[in-house]
């Protein structure tokens, strides 16, 4: 059966017990380091799917030149290309693009979900300026993915000390779906030096 043309804005089956990573951002444009972050941790914490959430825009960012949710979502799924990541943009749908308020509907809606929210470790460095970034602790196991020159600054900030004691070592991350939040990992992985934000600057000057 094929999927109707707002399916993205509804979100993927998510049965109880199913292990989920939620991968969110604008993916302007997506890469294959979205991709290799994902499959590296289907494979660390043994999920069952990872959905990227594709954002109508992230709140702390100018959306000037943002292209249309379903062309990102489009652009998602030939980037993902593999039946265990599902490419979903339900937050357009919600009115938000705020993750506290993702990850609390998600986990009314989905209560016998194992979700785990991911992350890039610089947005880690940074967590401090989200929108109740205190309670998405509080709400979801949140794993931490390393990127270039961001570990340290990451595990110095104020979320990583904040939460210091509810890391769980790197050796036992398979088990983070399972633990009870607040629960975080952080994990050393192949570093992609792709960014979205560097990708979009080369096609600016590609074009003069």
């Known amino acids: 059966m094929t999927a109707g043309p707002d399916a993205h804005l509804r979100p993927p089956h998510a049965g109880a017990g199913l292990r989920i990573g939620l991968l969110g951002g604008s993916f302007n444009p997506p890469h294959d380091g979205h991709r290799q972050v994902s499959l590296e941790l289907l494979r660390r914490l043994r999920l069952d799917r990872v959905w990227w959430l594709v954002s109508p825009g992230n709140p702390l960012k100018s959306h000037e030149g ?23 943009a339900f937050e357009e749908s919600t009115g938000s693009a705020f993750t506290v308020e993702t990850v609390a509907f998600l986990s009314r809606r989905f209560p016998a979900t194992r979700f785990v929210w991911i992350m890039g470790a610089d947005n880690l460095a940074g ?12 709400l979801m196991p949140i794993a931490v993915a390393d990127r270039p020159g961001w570990r340290y600054r990451a595990l110095a900030s104020c979320a990583a000390i904040t939460y210091a004691a509810a ?32 990708l979009r600057e080369a096609a600016r000057r590609r074009r003069g």
Not at 68 to 76: H, L, P
Not at 127 to 138: H, L, V, Y
Not at 175 to 198: N, Q
């Open 167 to 198: 890391r769980i070592d790197e050796a036992d991350a398979a088990g983070l779906p399972e633990r009870p939040a607040p629960a975080w990992a952080f994990l050393g992985i192949p570093l992609s030096p792709l960014s979205s934000t560097k």
């Open 127 to 138: 967590f401090e300026r989200w929108k109740g970034w205190r309670k998405i602790f509080e």
């Open 66 to 88: 943002l292209p249309t949710t379903a062309a990102r979502v489009a652009a998602c799924e030939r980037v993902a290309d593999h039946p265990r990541i599902e490419v979903t």
